[in-house]
């Protein structure tokens, strides 16, 4: 497997509440994770750097490969205790209040991937030239659009589109979205938060992912390309492609 994670602040927001990372353990297995931090003022970056860093320190602790049922209990147990982490840092420190931030985040396997997702930052795989979005979103827009008010169409341009459902940190306990599903050689697997989403489509998407180019190369033309249709929010993303050969850590 190879991953690589990128981030930019885009160019309209003052600062990057975004976080994420890839990173191997000692088993061979990969976490790849994006986090969307929310709350501006109320320290947005401190959430989303709070559940990154918190999610790779649980992670260098596992010393077994695991099942794919071990993985989707480690997820949901991991991202239930940081959602409790981060709460009461905003309870205890008056500059936190209110903070939160979004969390998907993938054990990467040869066999599977098992993925968590909290909020409206997704999951896709790309799999025989095809984009599917394997999350669903926790947000307003995202319940309409499933319960048939609205369409996808009319969810893009929603005056509520940002409100989201669920986010880390923003109540006591939290409900964990996890799921399994069997990958592939050449498969590749993207966690991205709304900042590229919301710029990019699907079908772009997939014309990138659908290059012979590199990790490195396929991340910086995502997010050039965020970038050149206004580039409103923070971009991140994490890629991760099913490959024999060594990991790169760019």
């Known amino acids: 497997m190879k991953g690589i994670f990128r981030t930019h602040t885009g160019k309209v927001r003052p600062h990057n ?8 353990n000692q088993t061979g297995h990969m976490l790849a994770l994006v986090a969307d931090g929310m709350g501006g ?12 860093d918190g999610l790779l320190d649980y992670w260098k602790e596992i010393d077994k490969q695991l099942s794919p049922k ?10 239930q205790k940081l959602n409790k982490e981060i709460f009461l840092q905003s309870r205890q420190n ?15 396997t040869d066999e599977y991937v098992s993925f968590s997702n909290v909020g409206d930052s997704r999951v896709y795989l790309f799999e025989d030239r ?21 369409s996808e169409e009319e969810a893009e341009h929603h005056p509520r589109k940002n409100v989201l459902l669920r986010a880390l940190g923003t109540e006591k306990s939290i409900e964990v979205d996890v799921k399994t599903i069997s990958w592939r050689e050449g498969d590749m697997l993207l966690l991205c938060s709304d900042g590229l989403t919301n710029m990019v489509s699907d079908e772009e ?13 396929i991340a910086s033309q995502l997010v050039d390309h965020a970038n050149k249709a206004g580039g409103e929010d923070n971009i991140s993303l994490t890629l991760v492609r099913h490959e024999t050969e060594g990991v790169s850590h760019t």
């Open 17 to 24: 509440e975004d976080d994420g990372a890839v990173k191997e």
């Open 41 to 52: 003022h109320q320290a947005g970056d401190v959430a989303s750097k709070m559940a990154r």
């Open 70 to 79: 071990e993985a989707e209990e480690w997820l949901n147990d991991t991202v």
């Open 94 to 108: 008056a500059q936190c209040e209110g903070m939160g931030t979004t969390l998907v985040a993938a054990v990467c």
């Open 130 to 150: 095809q984009l599917k979005q394997m999350t669903e979103d926790h947000s307003l827009v995202g319940e309409l659009v499933r319960s048939g008010q609205i």
């Open 205 to 217: 998407i997939s014309s990138y992912l659908s290059s012979s180019e590199n990790l490195d190369e």
